[in-house]
């Protein structure tokens, strides 16, 4: 059986190559992945599951490192 953490690994740069995402990260507690975007219509180009694991996609806004 693969893991949640496998498939995000699959899928990350696909999910980072979407305009406005600035994160992707595996919530092993709760079995899904989570998509950082920028603003709430990103939303829409992001996939409700991938590879039968729920995706959750959160607002963060823009993130910038110091």
Known sequence: MVSVVEVKNKY???LMSIRGVVGVFADVENNKI???V???TVCANIPSRI???PVEC???GRISGL
Do not use: I, K
């Open 12 to 14: 990350e740069a696909e």
């Open 34 to 36: 989570v998509v950082l």
């Open 38 to 40: 920028e603003s709430p």
């Open 51 to 53: 590879e039968g694991f």
């Open 58 to 60: 959160r607002v963060t």
